[in-house]
C-alpha cells in the first residue's frame, strides 16, 4: 500500500492517541474531516490499521516482574512448531512470542504478578509442554524504553 506524507501523519496521531476523532485528526493534518476519515477507514480496511487499543500500566495493576524467556524445542517437525504455538497462545501471562534465528528458536515476553508467579507458570505450564527442551529466562529489573510507536519516518517506510 503506499503511503504518502498525510497518512503517516494520521498514523503518528493514532498510534499515540487512539481516542482522536476523525475531525480531530484532520484540523492537525490539515484536511476536511470526511476525507481524512476515509483515509482512516483505508488504512484500517488494508490491515494498516489493525485495531485500537488502551495501553495499561502493568505496575498499577500488580503486573510487576517481566520475564524474557528464550525456548528451544526438542524437535522441528510438522506437528511441533504448530503445537507449541497453539499452546503458548493458549497463556494470557505470555505477551509476545516471536520465533529466533539462533541457538534457540522462541523468544517469549512474559509478564506476571511477581516471581512466585513465574516460577508457578514455568513449572506448570512451560516446562511440562512435550516440545520444549529447554528454557532459559532473564527477569528484567528496569525500563529503559517501551514504547509502541512504529517509526514512520520518510526515510523508514516503504512508500
Not at 510438522?78 to 528458536?105: A, W
Request: aromatic share 4%; charged share 30%; net charge positive.
Amino acid at each position: 500500500m503506499k503511503l504518502d506524507k498525510t497518512d503517516r501523519k494520521i498514523l503518528a496521531l493514532l498510534q499515540r492517541d487512539a481516542s482522536l476523532s476523525a475531525s480531530d485528526i484532520a484540523e492537525r493534518v490539515n484536511l476536511s474531516q470526511p476525507p481524512c476519515w476515509r483515509r482512516i477507514k483505508r488504512l484500517e480496511e488494508a490491515g494498516v490499521i489493525q485495531r485500537r487499543v488502551a495501553l495499561l500500566d502493568q505496575r498499577l495493576l500488580g503486573l510487576n516482574v517481566t520475564v524474557f524467556a528464550r525456548v528451544k524445542l526438542s524437535a522441528h517437525g510438522k506437528k511441533s512448531l504448530p503445537e507449541f504455538e497453539q499452546q503458548i497462545g493458549d497463556i494470557p501471562e505470555v505477551l509476545e512470542c516471536h520465533t529466533v534465528m539462533g541457538d534457540y528458536d522462541f523468544l517469549l515476553k512474559i509478564v506476571t504478578r511477581d516471581i512466585d508467579a513465574y516460577e508457578v507458570l514455568f513449572r506448570t505450564r512451560l516446562s511440562q509442554m512435550p516440545t520444549v527442551q529447554e528454557i532459559h529466562s532473564n527477569a528484567a529489573i528496569s525500563r529503559i524504553k517501551i514504547t509502541t510507536e512504529l517509526p514512520l519516518e520518510d526515510g523508514q517506510l516503504k512508500t
